[in-house]
Each structure stands twice: as structure tokens, then as C-alpha cells.
């Protein structure tokens, strides 16, 4: 069976047109913020569960960034790459890391899972963040 095409509404294709060339890997209320400004009826809720949608769909990807931000961020490249992510506001930039992913897990190490994507992120602090804490202790 066929699954169902979801209905092409105003909202969804102003948040695609928002996410679908973005580097910065908006979180949901970023990309709200964005879209709201479009669409001034535009629901919180709904830019939740559009991105969930677009996600299920393999339009986006959701980053494990796990640093202390309020939210989940989001990447419209799909295709594999690596991240570098700021540890103290979050902030997620595209790398490509030029190694053969498969040496990176050894057979022993995979605990009888199989294995279906290796991304490697790479926590540091970012430029803006190095220079404002700079100016927080030089003052």
C-alpha cells in the first residue's frame, strides 16, 4: 500500500523554504521565529510537528548536539557528514572528517548491533563564544 502524500499547506512550505538550504541547523523556535514573520497565524505546535514530519520523511535530521542549549537542533543535508558543535551556545558547523568510517568501530566493539551510520561530532568552543568569555575576564 501506497503511503499517503501529506497535504502541501502555506505553513509546511514556508518552513521547508526556511530549512532546506540552511547551514545553521535551526532549532524548532529559530526556525518559528523565522517563519512567523511570514506567517504571523503560525503555531508553535504546528512548526513542531512539521519538522517531526519532514524528519520521518528523511527531509531533515535531528542532532544528538547534547550541549546545555533549550533545544534540538536541525540539519537539511542528509547526506553523511560531520559536525563541529559549540559547547557553550550550540552552535553546529558542517565538516567532513576524511576518514574510513568502518575502522572506526571494531567488530568487537559492536556488541552484535548492526551498524547503520557512524557520525563523528566535535565538541570545542566556538569563536564568538572564546571572545566573549575574553572580554568577560579582560573587563
Same mark, same amino acid.
Given at each position: 500500500? +501506497?503511503? *499517503?502524500?501529506?497535504?502541501?499547506?502555506?505553513?509546511?512550505?514556508?518552513?521547508?523554504?526556511?530549512? *532546506?538550504?540552511? *547551514?545553521?541547523?535551526?532549532?524548532?523556535?529559530?526556525?518559528?521565529?523565522?517563519?512567523? +514573520?511570514?506567517?504571523?497565524?503560525?503555531?508553535?505546535?504546528?512548526?513542531?510537528?512539521?519538522?517531526? #514530519?519532514?524528519?520521518?520523511?528523511?527531509?531533515?535530521?535531528? #542532532?544528538?548536539?547534547?550541549?546545555?542549549? =533549550?533545544? +534540538?537542533?536541525?540539519?537539511?543535508?542528509?547526506?553523511?557528514? &560531520?559536525?563541529?558543535? $559549540?559547547?557553550? $551556545?550550540?552552535?553546529?558547523?558542517?565538516?567532513?572528517? =576524511?576518514? =574510513?568510517?568502518?575502522?572506526?568501530?571494531?567488530? &568487537?566493539?559492536?556488541? =552484535?548491533? &548492526?551498524?547503520?551510520?557512524?557520525?563523528?561530532?566535535?565538541?570545542?568552543?566556538?569563536?564568538? $563564544?572564546?571572545?566573549?568569555?575574553? *572580554?568577560?575576564?579582560?573587563?
Amino acid at each position: 500500500m +501506497k503511503q *499517503k502524500e501529506p497535504q502541501k499547506t502555506a505553513q509546511r512550505l514556508a518552513i521547508y523554504n526556511y530549512i *532546506k538550504d540552511n *547551514k545553521s541547523h535551526p532549532s524548532i523556535k529559530e526556525v518559528y521565529q523565522h517563519v512567523s +514573520k511570514q506567517l504571523s497565524n503560525i503555531s508553535l505546535t504546528t512548526v513542531y510537528n512539521t519538522m517531526e #514530519l519532514f524528519k520521518k520523511r528523511g527531509h531533515i535530521v535531528e #542532532l544528538p548536539v547534547m550541549v546545555q542549549t =533549550d533545544s +534540538k537542533r536541525y540539519d537539511s543535508t542528509v547526506t553523511p557528514h &560531520d559536525h563541529l558543535i $559549540c559547547t557553550s $551556545c550550540g552552535k553546529v558547523v558542517d565538516i567532513n572528517i =576524511d576518514v =574510513d568510517r568502518q575502522l572506526l568501530i571494531s567488530e &568487537d566493539q559492536k556488541h =552484535d548491533y &548492526d551498524i547503520q551510520k557512524i557520525a563523528v561530532n566535535v565538541y570545542g568552543v566556538c569563536s564568538e $563564544c572564546q571572545t566573549a568569555a575574553g *572580554k568577560l575576564f579582560n573587563s
